[in-house]
């Protein structure tokens, strides 16, 4: 249309794409090292249903509402939904994964400090959805 | 264009070479975990880092540009359009 | 000009017009009426979230039925239709033809509109606007969720019929001098975001049909009880429904481009890069949907996959925002209301892709998917751009509409008080994603941060709204009483307006 030259937009053009593509590769790289899980992560079965949590261990106790773990252990939750998708989450420990039924999703972290920390359902899932919320205790190894 | 070309590789390398060496290191010793908050918060801030960086000079430009080309600034000049049926 | 108050029309002659004009003046009337609903419920979800604890909502579905609602009124009865509004109104001057190609199917893809308003607004569904199975199916109470699906329905058609009357009157009937690189940048974004609703509207209009059928319970597409797959409508949802966020942004950024030149009082600096952004943006916009549903357990080369296509779609609209900046550089700005609208926008439309490029970013997801980020993040998008670039046009096109001028120091009230209240809202609540706050809540624990920060947010939102109320006021009282426009250039910028005073009271 004009004619005045455009190396000003090919250079901010070029820019903007490095820019991309550094933020494609951190994020790649982050994303990689999050999802590789540990070998010996212990499982922890949660199950999410209207409207709260079940935690089942791999020794086969139940909690409702409330998970106790230990420091220093790595743990894999597989979470599933009983009726309509939700989203487990431990906020402080950047957990997120929705629980969604017919599907077993995991994810998995090594708590570092003893602590209490908010669990909550973070996909909409209904009437009492802002209280679909829950405990995690992480304490001190017992053995 | 040289230095432009010197410039870009300098700061190509200060900025893969850590992010290789994090990619080898992390979770290599045994019963020692790696810690996702670490790493995702990293992420987090070194964008918020350079998105806030962007935005100052993206919003700084535009703010500047709008003190500077406001048709009551004492430089204020008619563009080359005016007055025509462009 | 459409509407004379000065000599007025019967209404049925406007009701039953299929003049351009006339159905673009339906367009924005009922446009502006969904904005002042949806707004008002936002204000009800902010006052109700302003402390923990039932405020002035009493339970908690009806708070989500407020919200699913907000969401449903603002996006489908506000944003596109107020661009279908426009686009009545511009885009045959643009091409020049004496009306849209089709009148009658562009007055029933209007007329569609109040039907499926009714529907939502008697239904009042709960789901979300995302209506996610097997909530949607198996859990939301009826008639208000089957209501809002056949409003969906409704407006899908209503959208689909628009857009291939736009795309006719672009490419079939504009002016035979007129090559398809003169059509102005304002016309180029209806005809791609017209594109990309034929492609991407069919697919959600098919998940709707299989909702309906589930929730009737005669099929199982996506109850899992039933051998269904739930993220099978994620993905049918969001293949729609991303590009649709073109679909909302593109005419917003046309707008901008046809206000910035005419107010820096030179062309756009580079018209190509213009039409070449739109084009890309169409195209590469349907590579990134899934990056909505990291979280439903992707595999990692998925979400990569959609991370590179979501990242993709930033060059495009870079491009854009540099050829803002590069059309007002040694211009001579007159900052009118439509002109500080539209840059404001501009800026907010800076903000809401670096928050996008963050979103993009899969691990980040962990913290702030379905928090209040990501919806202070959209927002900045459908209210900072999206509504700023509108009501920027409507202040443009406001003495052409009525022939008078509206009062501009409560324009420019407007546009201030608007401008901070965004960014008291929308920036505040990314924060309070990062503290954790999930999104759809009805009420939250008393943490401290999260009360600091939703009273921000409520504060700012209040602000809005006093704002909308000086310009509800401004736009009735102007266009009965202001004062008569200039209309061979109503903001004394020079050029040449899109504005058409010679086609006056059309009578078919």
Redesign the interface.
Known sequence: ??G?S?W??WI??GV??A??????????????????V?EGAEIIKVTGQ?WFWTFEHEDGTKEIGELHVEKGK?YKFEIHSK???H?F?I????????A????V??VW??P?DVGEH?I????????????M?GTLYVEEPSS | MKKLVVLFLVLAVIVVIPAVQSAFAAGAEPGEYLDRRVVIWNLFFKMMTIAFVVGAVVSGTMIWQCWRFRESHPKAKPTAYEGTDW | MVLELQKPRPIWQIMFSTHHTDVGLLYLISSLGFLFLGGALALAIRAELFLPGAQIIGDAMTFNRIFTVHGTTLIFLFIIPFASSVGNYFVPIMVRYKDMAYPKLNAIAFWMIPPAGALIWLGFADFTWYATPPYSIISAPGPAADMWIFGLKILGISSVLGAINFIVTILKCKHPDMSIGQVPLLAWSFLSSSLIILVAIPTFAAALLMLLTDRLGVSGFFNPAMGGDPIAYAHLFWFTFHPEVYVLVIPAIGMMYEIIPRFSRKPIYSFNSGIFAFVLLSIVGFSSWAHHMYATGMSFTEKTVFMVGTLAAVPASAMHVFNFIATMWNSRIKFSTPMMWAVGGIALFFSAGAGGVANAAMPLDFSTHDTYWVVGHFHLFVMGTIAFGSIAFLYYMFPYVTGRMYNETMGKIHFVMSFIGTVLVFFTQHVLGLYGMPRRIFDYPPIPEWIAMNQIASVGAMIIGVSMAIFLANMIYSSGKGQLANTEDPFGVGGKYYYPFEAKNPSH
């Open positions: 249309m004009s005045h455009n000003p937009e901010y053009v903007v794409i820019l991309m593509v550094w933020v494609g590769a951190e994020a790649w790289e982050a994303e990689r090292l999050v999802e590789h540990p209207q790595a009726d309509v998708n989203s989450n906020h402080d420990y950047v957990i997120l994964m929705d969604i039924p017919g599907r999703n995991t972290f090594a570092t908010d909550q359902c973070r996909e909409y899932c209904g009437l009492i959805h802002y209280n919320r």
